[in-house]
């Protein structure tokens, strides 16, 4: 019996003189280095470029309401204006699916409100507004008793807070998301009654932003 002499097919074979493996390795190595190399330049590019995060400051906020009406169920309503800033000469940002909401002594004391996404150019700023409101929002025993003792004080600290995600745009390129948050202190004066008319603050305060 004669012995084959075609090889089996777990073995590389040739046709027409075409070496398949190694067509199939060089293959390989030329789509590597292509993505080795794209991924470099995007690399050395953001290397360069060293995106800086946005800045926000607060403009002004209101406060329409912040009662109780229970011992543990709070009405508010707050009105506030941001300025956000995009810090950075080449590199654009895109904002998706901002929402912001208030808190006081750690305590969240509206419901979260939505922002429109929108893109931010270089070195470009925009004006955010926002509608805050909570109804029959519960509250820990002691919101009541702060509340009474800033009245005494005749001042009261609201945290205005944006969380959300940000993409980096350079050139064509645009990043992954990556979560931001947005931390804004309001100073208010506060008198003995709880406000008939809005609290307001105009400070102009910076906020704290991380990325």
């Known amino acids: 019996m004669s012995q084959a002499l075609t090889k089996s097919p777990k073995h590389c074979g040739n046709k027409h003189g075409l070496n398949i493996c190694k067509l199939y390795k060089n293959l390989f190595l030329l789509f590597s280095t292509f993505g080795t190399t794209i991924l470099s330049i995007i690399l050395v590019v953001w290397l360069i470029l060293r995106p800086t995060k946005p800045e926000f400051s607060l403009k002004e906020a209101d406060i329409y309401q912040l009662n109780l009406f229970s011992s543990y169920l709070l009405n508010s309503s707050v009105q506030l ?29 509206t419901v979260y409100t939505s922002l429109p996404p929108f893109y931010q150019g270089h070195e470009d700023s925009n004006i955010l507004t926002a509608s805050l409101v909570g109804i029959g929002l519960p ?73």
């Not at 300025?83 to 080449?90: C, G, I, R, T, V």
């Not at 990556?178 to 931390?183: E, F, G, I, P, T």
């Open 81 to 109: 204006t941001l300025l956000s800033k995009n810090p950075n000469q080449k590199v654009g940002i895109y904002y998706d699916e901002l929402q912001v909401y208030a808190a006081y002594k750690g305590q969240q004391i």
């Open 139 to 211: 509250v820990g025993p002691s919101f009541g008793y702060e509340m009474g003792r800033d009245q005494t004080a005749g001042r009261l600290v609201l945290n205005l807070k944006v969380i959300g995600r940000l993409r980096w745009k350079v050139g064509v390129w645009v990043s992954g998301k990556y979560r931001v948050n947005v931390d804004c202190l309001a100073v208010m004066a506060f008198g003995p009654a709880v406000p008939t008319g809005p609290l307001t603050t105009r400070q102009g305060t910076q906020c704290s932003t991380n990325v």
